[in-house]
């Protein structure tokens, strides 16, 4: 955990923490979406890696990252988590789903 010091200003701590994670936050970042075999799937944003937040159900936890989805490479590649309208890349290009972290890569910019 990092140790938040005083700013010696009017800023609480709450604005310094909250301040703090955002700057280290992945999120807004482009990412490669991996399959189990490590193959590259598809390509989106990353929008969030905070651990409370919750997507299609799920409570992201250390194990999600939350994605809006692009460019589906493999469109007929199945989906980790699925619901009752989506099941591959093709079904969720233009919306947000939840990815695990170990199969997402950052883009070089």
Known sequence: MKKIE????????????????????LAGRRVRILNFSRQVVASGILMSDDNDNVVMGKKLGGEYYEV??????????????????????????GSHIIWFREYVELEDN
Not at 6 to 25: F, I, L, Y
Not at 81 to 93: G, T, W
């Open 6 to 25: 005083s700013r010696g200003n009017n800023e609480s701590s709450a604005s310094v923490c909250c301040a703090q994670r955002k700057k280290d936050s």
């Open 68 to 93: 809006s989805m692009l460019i589906a490479h493999d469109p007929a590649a199945s989906l980790f988590i699925k619901d009752a309208d989506r099941k591959n890349m093709n079904d969720v290009v």
